[in-house]
């Protein structure tokens, strides 16, 4: 049961890539926007990160902070930041998922920690999130769903808030 469910969540992450990666278009000019994500309010003041792409679906539970990243950032660690924002405005992630997602696009492991520390996301949130992701592809009982969550990365308390969000 484990294995396939780790084989199903290698396939999803292969779809969400090759998905992201075609929706994006090249922009020839930079300017400074807003990333859509779920995350807590969090402001860090300085420079603005500059656009790349951004998904153009929201979702209620989405809110829209102003990210801001420290100029002393290397471009390394301002880019990890943004790419963490761009995959959690289109899937829910575990802290440490998301660090592995990051350094398997390419961050360092400082960068990708750098990137996910900055991103500002509720870890309860994005496990109540990710909980209501399986639920809509498969039936988990309430231990199964949490066990699922943390082979994804969620803590223990993690992983039972967002059973407890789903109604399990």
């Not at 420079?47 to 390394?76: K, R």
Request: charged share 25%; glycine share 6%; proline share 5%.
């Amino acid at each position: 049961m484990r294995h396939r469910l780790r084989l199903l969540n290698l396939v999803l992450i292969v779809v969400i890539i090759v998905s992201f990666t075609a929706c994006t278009t090249p922009k020839t000019a930079t300017k400074t926007t807003t990333v859509e994500a779920t995350v807590t309010e969090t402001t860090i003041p300085e420079t603005t990160i500059p656009e790349t792409t951004t998904p153009e679906t929201t979702t209620p539970e989405t809110t829209t902070p102003e990210t801001t990243i420290p100029d002393s950032a290397t471009l390394g660690e301002k880019n990890a930041a943004k790419k963490a924002l761009d995959y959690l405005a289109y899937t829910p992630f575990s802290y440490s998922g998301l660090v592995e997602q990051l350094k398997f696009e390419g961050y360092t492991h400082e960068e990708a920690v750098y990137g996910v520390d900055k991103c500002g996301a509720d870890w309860k949130e994005q496990a109540a999130l990710k909980a209501e992701d399986y639920l809509d592809y498969s039936s988990f009982s309430r231990t199964g769903l949490i066990e699922q969550l943390e082979f994804e990365g969620f803590t223990r308390e993690q992983a039972e808030y967002g059973v407890q969000a789903v109604g399990l």
